[in-house]
């Protein structure tokens, strides 16, 4: 089941790429399609490991983030696609941390409310909003970038230093 809605997700409401998407699913696996070989397919990552970047990203802990951004793509995990979940954690994070009582069931899982619930607690939202402009800004870069994978890296670096740097109203 959480195949198949992953690959609902990532057709995007086209019941033409789904099937497509569907095909490459079947002719990759001989057993069944099973979540772990649509993640491989899609480039996607372990969420739980982005979520562990993003942390480390906002505690300014850039050996950390390094090794998590390797073991990504270790993995198989798409560079581009790991900024886009870094996008939308920090949307997350921020939402937490300036609405708490906001109900979030309806748009995220329970292991995602409670991941940026905990998230909200060690950051401002000027650290948080600054992290996602820097995000948005280098995903555009990425567009234009002669290697993606190097690119994400230098986003990651420029991120994770700027991530501890004082807000306007400290200064």
């Given amino acids: 089941t959480n195949s198949l809605n992953l690959l609902a997700r990532y057709s995007d409401g086209s019941v033409r790429d789904s099937l497509s998407l569907l095909d490459q699913a ?6 069944g399609i099973t979540e772990d070989t649509v993640k491989v397919m899609l480039g996607l990552s372990d969420k739980s490991v982005v979520w562990d970047l ?11 983030v390094m090794k998590l951004y ?13 900024i886009e979940e870094l996008l939308e954690i920090s949307h997350n994070v921020a939402r937490a941390k300036a609405v708490p009582s906001l109900n979030t069931t309806q748009v995220m899982s329970e292991y995602e ?8 607690e060690s950051v401002s939202i000027p650290a948080v909003a600054r992290c996602w402009q820097l995000l948005l800004k280098g995903y555009e ?9 190097e690119a994400c890296e230098m986003i990651l670096i420029r991120v994770t230093y ?10």
Avoid: C, Y
């Fill in 70 to 82: 390797n073991d990504l793509l270790d993995s198989g995990s798409d560079p581009i696609l790991i």
């Fill in 141 to 149: 870069e990425m567009q234009k970038a002669f290697s993606v994978k």
């Fill in 113 to 120: 409310s409670k991941r940026a619930t905990n998230s909200a």
């Fill in 54 to 64: 993003f942390d480390n990203i906002i505690k300014g802990d850039i050996l950390s």
């Fill in 26 to 31: 079947i002719s990759m696996s001989s057993s």
């Fill in 162 to 171: 700027a991530a501890d740097l004082p807000d306007l109203k400290t200064l």
